[in-house]
């Protein structure tokens, strides 16, 4: 189809995933404050995060339900619209639990802000353009978490940390606007009525609340201990119940067909693994930054600048080169500087605010190259009718392994921690910035495991030609 108005159609698009995106990391700058004013400790503040990751994870598997009884029209505006109220709830909270209550909120109108406006833009734009497009796009669901920390960290010095919720709102009312009005021409596309797969959803969701408490109680008793392994195994049990459930349903909660696209599964573990090496990262630089450093939230903020200048600059790039030369040459780069970056972390152990910046920037680098390419080789490698499929699982899998990836981090924090200070005899301070170190160095190793899947992605450009994909028996 030829499209026309295609800025009016990207607009709300690339606004709705930037806001989405950039509460998924603005909270980060202001952790360590948060931890203060609530007096509590590392594995509890993380909930902050992981509660929105979980809130993302458990709303995604319904958005194909959604989008074919409601259509795209009312789910990408309902979205915004509950996002929007869940963010005005994370600005009136004045405990813990109700601040990690209102982000679940929050992330159930998020969770569906992203894969819904990956699959308007494939259905809407050709495959041709589709790499430019999502590079466009990426701009603004990659701008989103990497602008974050550095608008979080001046709103909390300066007008305290709710008002990094209370942001959203002029955002989001004016995203709204603007999608009812440049969106409207899809209400003229309707699916058919499909049955809601309840059994399904109940366990994919017991799956998810499973691995993530099995994460986190291994903070607590250490992950060699028989409950986080019987916990771990239970979720296994689960998540094989789901797999048979959605093979045998006639409307499955996932599309489980989609896997049958080796390239689809490639990006999916290129995906898994940058996630929960770089959502770990993120998670640990503000307290590397306002630990032993002694920078403060605005300076914390402002340190983390360059990653979203240079990814703004490479990624709509990097999309336009996928499209020219096919995606393969661009991941592996970007995984190379992405690991590279890693290390330069781990080596951070005096405020040089130069090398901080300059690390800063690799990071925005390697990451700029990498996601657009992914994202549009997922979603040309399927058909037209999983897009919405695809898109739910492939946000998904970068959600739930995000969140995976933070839950580890502090797992390794606390077991380094304790032997800085117990064997080393090191202070608090030094060993949590030893402890913190040390953890991005195992990041960078954990990248390098992308590499394998990556040199199985396609060399050469897409066309409109039918994709691998083949119907599982």
Known sequence: MVVKHKFAILLPLMLGTFMAGIDSSIVNVSLPVM???FNCGLDDIEWVITSYMLGFCVFMPLTNWLKQNFGFYRLYLASLTVFVIGSLLCGLSRSLEMLIISRA???FGGGAITPTAMAILTLVF????????????????ITGPALGPTLGGILTQYFGWPSIFMVNLPIGIATIIIAAISLRFLKKR??????????GFILFTLFILLIQYALAKAADLGALSPYVWGTFILSVVVLILFIRTCRKSKDPLFDLNIFAS????????????RSIAL??????????LQGLLNYSETQS?????????????FTPMAGAWSDKFGPRREVLIGLGILTLSMFLFSRINEPLAWFILLTMAVRGCGLGLLVSPITSTAMSSVLPHQATQASSMYSLTQQLSGSAGIALSGIMHQYLFNYYTTTKNYTAPLAEQYAIQDAFLMSSVLILIAFMPAFRLPRVKYTDKKPEVVEMV
């Open 35 to 37: 931890r203060r004013e």
């Open 262 to 273: 080796k390239t689809f599964v490639n990006c999916m573990l290129i995906t898994m693994v």
């Open 301 to 313: 903020g402002l340190m983390i600048l360059p990653n979203s200048i240079v990814m703004a600059i």
């Open 190 to 199: 309707k699916g058919k009525i499909i049955h809601f797969h309840l059994s």
């Open 126 to 141: 050709p495959k041709k353009e589709r790499g430019a497009i999502m590079g466009w796009w990426s701009l603004g669901a």
């Open 279 to 288: 959502y770990s990262g993120l998670f640990l630089v503000p307290f590397l």
């Open 105 to 107: 909120i929050q992330a």
